[in-house]
């Protein structure tokens, strides 16, 4: 397949994408994962993961972020422009067509309502999305130690995202280098 028929698919997925996301970075993981991870392959798991995270600690939106590192890894710098184009593109339409007729939304119940059930509906695909993230996350003792303290930092000590995820990835680096330094002390390869 050419690069240029590669290019419309990378953005007509991630305009699927941002067509079809409610709620933000979070609710987009669960299509995120069919599209790039399973899907096309553009990138793994763990892959998918990091970008996201670099995306939460970099300025901007994290769909927006998170589309761009995909389309860089795959196709450089235009895969990046494409794939950023593509999942803003539907919140550009979407946004510019509610503006238009936003008075006559704005005070009808039915579309308050509706508003409501898309709201709840974020909700059961954010938790999905947290599971799905804990099973690939949440690999040993270490991680668990790490997430345990992330979540009491942010939920009780109001602690910042950036902050907490600074220091998730100073303590795995330290976690690392101990572990290492160990396993070359007793005799093991030390990787």
Not at 18 to 36: H, I, N
Request: charged content about 15%; glycine content about 10%.
């Amino acid at each position: 397949m050419t690069k240029s028929k590669e290019l419309i698919k990378l953005f007509f997925s991630f305009f699927k994408i941002g067509a079809l996301t409610f709620g933000g970075g979070y609710a987009m993981l669960p299509m995120l994962e069919r599209e790039v991870v399973v899907k096309h392959k553009w990138a793994t798991m763990e892959e998918l993961m990091d970008y996201f995270a670099i995306g939460q600690c970099t300025p901007g939106v994290i769909a927006v972020n998170t589309a761009t590192f995909v389309g860089y890894k795959k196709f450089g710098n235009i895969g990046g422009i494409v794939a950023t184009l593509g999942v803003i593109c539907p919140s550009v339409i979407i946004i510019s067509l509610i503006a238009s007729v936003l008075s006559v939304i704005y005070d009808n119940p039915i579309a308050q309502h509706a508003f409501a059930g898309i709201g709840v509906a974020v909700c059961a695909i954010l938790i999905q999305a947290i599971l799905k993230i804990g099973k690939a996350g949440l690999s040993d003792w270490f991680t668990w130690v790490v997430a345990a303290v992330a979540f009491m930092l942010s939920m009780f000590f109001k602690v910042s995202t950036i902050i907490i995820i600074v220091i998730a990835g100073a303590a795995a680096l330290v976690y690392k280098a101990v572990t290492k330094r160990i396993r070359s002390e007793k005799g093991g390869d030390g990787k």
